[in-house]
């Protein structure tokens, strides 16, 4: 069976720092390209960036471009989204997917609170 | 920039065909795939279509994929509408530069 499995959630305080991760199996991970995709609570979808782990060939939305980073570590099938000082902003359920024909991971929801 | 619009919302009776569109703002739609994403209420999202018009092994062949240039469209078509079709549906495709973009979204009621 592919699936994506997800990091579970976290509670941070701004200016923290955070990498969630998005571990693939059933399939070969080198060969497709994985998404990361922000919702904001009670808002639609956002596209963030994607990576392709069999080269790290990494491509950013702009409204994402140096607020996160994507990265892969192939040898073990894991992609992952991370930040270096966390915003309140930055609150939301964050998806990874196999793109472009899925599956979807479960979500990790990120809540950055003092 | 580029955007994707869709309606905020449809809705249709069981058993029925609903079609669900997703406009261009610029160029050509015909350009870049079109996928195509289903989300429950409290639910991860899943690939309905991909590739303008490829199901993922397990999505039923009631849901169908289609782009028409003369418009610069994408359109999702869902054939006999069941209430567990009712969720939102996000068209994606690409910009010129190949990142990734989202329409807004719509609502589907099966009522």
């Known amino acids: 069976e592919v699936q994506l499995v997800q990091s579970g959630a976290e509670v941070k305080k701004p200016g923290e720092s955070l990498k969630i991760s998005c571990k693939g199996s059933?399939?070969?991970?080198?060969?497709?390209?994985i998404g990361w995709v922000r919702q904001m609570p009670g808002k639609g979808l956002e596209w963030m960036g994607i990576?392709?782990?069999?080269?790290?060939?990494?491509r950013y939305s702009p409204s994402f471009q140096g607020q996160v980073t994507i990265s892969a570590d192939k040898s073990i099938s894991t992609a992952y989204l991370q930040w270096s000082s966390l915003k309140a902003s930055d609150t939301a359920m964050y998806y990874c997917?196999?793109?472009?024909?899925?599956?979807w991971g479960q979500g990790t929801l990120v809540t950055v609170s003092s | 920039n580029f955007m994707l619009t869709q309606p905020h919302s449809v809705s249709e009776s069981p058993g029925k065909t609903v079609t669900i569109s997703c406009t261009g703002s610029?160029?050509?739609?015909?350009?870049?795939?079109v996928q195509w994403y289903q989300q429950r209420p409290g639910s991860a999202p899943t690939t309905v279509i991909y590739?303008?018009?490829?199901?993922p092994s397990g999505v039923p062949d009631r849901f169908s994929g289609s782009i028409d240039s003369s418009s610069n469209s994408a359109s999702l078509t869902i054939s006999g509408l069941k209430t567990e079709d009712e969720a939102d549906y996000y068209c994606?495709?690409?910009?010129?530069?190949?990142?990734?973009?989202f329409g807004g979204g719509t609502k589907l009621t099966v009522l």
């Open positions: 994606q495709s690409y910009d010129s530069s190949n990142r990734g973009v």
């Open positions: 990576i392709y782990p069999g080269d790290s060939d990494t």
């Open positions: 997917a196999r793109h472009p024909l899925g599956p």
């Open positions: 590739e303008d018009n490829q199901r």
């Open positions: 610029s160029g050509s739609i015909a350009s870049n795939y």
């Open positions: 059933g399939y070969s991970f080198t060969s497709y390209w």
